[in-house]
């Protein structure tokens, strides 16, 4: 597969087709037993990791999204989004400038203060999309982003996605069994028994 910045894709399979391992596999969380990755140019597995630093490298180019519970329970919202900063070196004042500039990108800033809890499954959504951009990744992977949302707000989360890939020339890849969305994707790639079919280009 190769995916472009500023694209859209989406994985879709039945369950245990290997979309989540395919994400896991990109994000340098799951070594593959075969193939090669290449992630904006730079070759990183080829039979092995060619880089030590896996943990650095998924801080700086890759930002994750999660079906639900992405949120940390203890923190408000601009404290969510301000951790990944920190985790890559920023200090708290420009972590929580950053955190802040997110949210008014994403159209949430009101919520900065609220507790995951108090928020709705969308906006709850859309700060974990600020958290994955906080380290203005090359990549986003999201894991059944929509699956826990109306199909209002799953449009919502998706025109986020895509204002993101535009705007930020990310690559956003999006594992879905969600058919609502199935045309807001460049391009859906169906997985079967861990093997991806030809692409299909979006109606
Ligand atoms: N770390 C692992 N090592 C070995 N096998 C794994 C590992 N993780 C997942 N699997 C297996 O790989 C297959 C694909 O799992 P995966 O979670 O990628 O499916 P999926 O397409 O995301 O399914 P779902 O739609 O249910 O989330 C399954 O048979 C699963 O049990
Ligand atoms: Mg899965």
């Known amino acids: 597969m190769d995916i472009l910045p500023g694209t859209v894709i989406g994985l879709r399979g039945p369950s245990g087709s290997g979309k989540s391992t395919l994400l896991n596999v990109i994000g340098c969380i799951l070594e593959p037993d075969a ?15 060619l880089r030590t630093d896996l943990r650095a490298l998924r801080l700086q180019k890759i930002g994750f999204i999660f079906q639900a519970h992405n949120l940390l329970p203890f ?3 601009w404290e969510n989004v301000a951790v990944a900063r920190i985790l890559a070196g920023a200090s708290l004042t420009q972590a929580r400038s950053r955190a802040q ?20 499954g969308g906006e709850a959504q859309r700060v974990a999309i600020a958290r994955a951009l906080a380290n203005d990744p090359r990549i986003i992977l999201a894991d059944e982003p929509t699956a826990a949302l109306d199909s209002q707000r799953a449009g919502t989360v998706m025109d986020m996605l895509r204002k993101v890939a535009v705007e930020r020339q990310t690559a956003v890849i999006v594992v879905t069994h969600d058919e609502k969305i199935f045309s807001r994707f460049d391009r859906i790639y169906s997985l079967r028994d861990g093997a991806v079919e030809a692409p299909k280009v979006a109606a």
Do not use: Q
């Not at 193939?35 to 990183?44: D, F, H, K, Q, Y």
């Open 75 to 77: 923190l408000n919202a």
């Open 101 to 120: 500039e997110l949210l008014a990108y994403l159209g949430i800033e009101r919520r900065a203060h609220a507790m995951p809890g108090e928020l709705s």
């Open 35 to 49: 193939g090669s990755l290449r992630l904006s140019g730079e070759l990183v597995y080829d039979g092995k990791w």
